[in-house]
């Protein structure tokens, strides 16, 4: 039998567990300041699939996976080990893995649903694993992946029109959040990466008795001859300097 997972009671406290009604705005409200509260993606894919099966009506396991076109895809977050097995029933031809096929639908449809995976006759991955529904949105798409969030539950038939309709909100918060996230890493990224070559730059003044200007000309030209990142380069030259005791390096 696969094993349950269950979120933690204390874990998401302002949440009512399957909300309805009036309940359901707080509910997201609350669902969207634990989101926006993570401090990067990979944070705020492993909080969403939580949230998912806290909110979501008969979830019991949720998961997130991106899928590139050809069918290949990997697994960011998940409540669990089924699920991990659930989204990667198969290893394709060239070592990566096959979706559900159901999923393809999701390239021109933002919701699908699977209301009992035992209805051919089973023996697919998620009948194997014990799972009966499965509900998948999508979260992002653009020309060349799909990210589909997925809940599952036990029992068929267990996600019906209001699952699918707080999904749809949910990941709408979820997009969003994601979104921000990603652009304060990259940001944060780019602030090291100005630090970074400010820091080999200096060195390259004090090194080459040169000015700023000159110093950033040299990097550049370093970068492109030895067709290495700048900030590879400026980070080589930075950590060859502390190695160095801070006498700096010697211009290749």
Do not use: C
Request: net charge positive; hydrophobic share 40%.
């Amino acid at each position: 039998m696969p094993k349950r997972f269950v979120v933690a009671a204390s874990e998401f406290t302002d949440l009512p567990r399957f909300p309805v009604g009036f309940e359901l705005a707080d509910a997201l409200t609350a669902a969207a300041r634990h989101l926006h509260g993570t401090n990067t993606p990979g944070d705020t894919l492993n909080t969403a699939v939580k949230l998912a099966v806290r909110l979501l009506p008969e979830a019991e396991h949720a998961g997130i996976s991106e899928i590139q076109r050809g069918g290949r895809l990997r697994t960011l977050a998940w409540t669990d080990e089924t699920v991990r097995f659930a989204a990667e029933p198969r290893q394709g031809g060239q070592g990566g893995h096959t979706p559900h096929p159901d999923w393809e639908r999701l390239w021109t449809t933002p919701v699908v649903r699977t209301d009992d995976s035992e209805a051919d006759g089973g023996g697919n991955a998620l009948s194997g694993l014990g799972l009966r529904s499965a509900l998948s949105l999508r979260l992002r798409a653009d020309r060349r992946r799909l990210t589909v969030l997925t809940a599952y539950a036990r029992k068929p038939q267990a996600f019906g029109e209001d699952a699918t309709r707080i999904g749809r909100l949910f990941t709408a918060h979820v997009s969003l959040a994601l979104d921000s996230a990603t652009v304060r890493e990259q940001l944060t990224e780019a602030m090291r990466t100005r630090d970074l070559i400010g820091q080999a730059t200096g060195i390259l003044m004090e090194r080459l008795n040169i000015d700023a200007a000159g110093a950033f000309d040299s990097l550049v030209k370093a970068s492109q001859r030895e067709n290495v990142k700048l900030r590879d380069l400026a980070r080589r030259i930075v950590d060859a300097n502390s190695a160095a005791g801070g006498r700096g390096v010697t211009e290749r």
